[in-house]
């Protein structure tokens, strides 16, 4: 009896985290289709049905028009649809290719001809509007084929941020260890005040609420994301800089995947201009990174399934912030001169150069404790 009870609690808790979880996804992370259906003459058409499927999932909304022709269809997860609009004495109209991106609203509106109740169907492809009239807010999607082809210098999809309009963050540096990530700032806002949210989860940075040490998803798993910079509704506003919505690939009814590899080693690395000019070797920065994604139907129409993997493999003498190698050498010294009096040279030195307030006591051999080798 207390082992059934207990099972029955837990198999409630999970519900309870299963259905929190969904909720919050679809309340961030969707987008919305919306549209007028008229007849032949410009009339509006009330009553008609709208009936929206996903060409992946085969997820399935239904909707009418209102009085004065006017439909939405809200909580869409991001993907391609079609959409079938049908209406009494009209013929079947079936729009093709409509494309729903996260936090935007497709517009799709529809000229119905008349025609018998079986009187066949229309078929039209949507024409994606160049300016989004539905709302104000302010961003640029990034879909997977740009996430994908893009160069990135450390396979973080963050170095992708500034290319909304109104954004901008320093230079990538390719010979960073690890991830490499990336500090944003938004129409002029402090980088900690952008809201950074995947699937629809908060993936703020805890203590600094900024872009580094975020969760990042391998690129490959990636299916879109958005900067929105100004002027977003309510469901959207946090802070005062820019709110970044990214979208995780799921599965559909037909398997997809992929394998990659990305490599740098010393044969295809250049050396460092001030290295170079130094006369010093190309540093070692040896990079692999591998992985690969598959996704498919479980049961067809119903349940998918969709997996990432990504491995990195490095050593990097490269990065100035992770390595003890550096450009700037100084006066004196160099890899085959370094024993304790031509530290104690190239310091004083410098401590001559600087101005008399600046200066430290002049450094000896006998402070050297141990002496470096030759």
């Known amino acids: 009896m207390f082992r059934s009870r207990r099972l029955m609690m837990l198999m409630l808790a999970a519900m309870m985290i299963l259905g929190v979880g969904s909720a919050a996804f679809a309340q961030s992370a969707t987008g919305q289709l919306s549209g007028t259906v ?41 993907g391609k649809y079609r959409a079938e609009i049908s209406a009494q004495g009209f013929k079947t109209a079936i729009v093709e290719e409509i494309n729903v991106n996260v936090t935007q609203t497709a517009t799709v509106d ?40 893009l160069p990135l210098p450390t396979r ?77 509704d309510a469901s959207q506003g946090r802070n005062a800089g820019g709110n970044v919505e990214a979208i995780t690939k799921s599965g559909s009814n037909d398997f997809h995947g992929d394998i990659y590899e990305f490599l740098r080693n010393r044969a295809l690395n250049s050396n460092d201009f001030f290295l170079k000019s130094a006369g010093q070797p190309k540093p070692v920065l040896t990079r692999n990174q591998f992985g690969g994604t598959l996704g498919g139907p479980l049961v067809r129409n119903k349940l998918f399934f969709f997996t990432s ?40 030195a410098y401590n001559a150069s600087l101005p008399v307030a600046q200066q430290q006591a002049a450094l000896t051999a006998a402070q050297i404790n141990p002496p470096p080798q030759a």
Request: charged content about 15%.
């Open 38 to 78: 008229v007849d032949p003459n410009g009339a509006r058409v009330p009553g008609a049905t709208v009936r929206v499927t996903n060409r992946d999932t085969a997820l399935e909304r239904q909707v009418t028009t209102d009085e004065n022709g006017n439909f939405a269809v809200q909580l869409l997860p991001p």
């Open 110 to 149: 529809v000229k119905l001809e008349t025609g018998a109740v079986q009187g066949g169907t229309v078929t039209v492809t949507a024409e994606q509007p160049l300016v989004q009239g539905e709302s104000s807010q302010v961003g640029r999607v990034i879909e997977e084929t740009q996430i994908r082809q």
């Open 309 to 348: 993997y990504q491995g990195t493999r490095e050593r990097n003498g490269a990065s100035l912030i992770n390595s003890l190698m550096s450009p700037v050498l100084p006066v004196f010294l160099n890899n085959n001169n370094r024993t304790a009096a031509d530290i104690v040279a190239a310091f004083n």
């Open 156 to 232: 973080n999809f963050q170095q992708l941020l500034t290319l909304s309009p109104g954004t901008s963050a320093s230079v990538s540096n390719n010979t960073e260890l690890g991830r490499g990530d990336t500090t944003i700032t938004v129409n002029g806002q402090r980088t900690t005040s952008n809201n950074v949210r995947i699937n629809g989860i908060d993936a703020n940075s805890i203590g600094t609420n900024s872009t580094p040490n975020i969760a990042v998803p391998a690129t490959d798993s990636i299916q879109e994301f958005i900067v929105q910079t100004s002027l977003y």
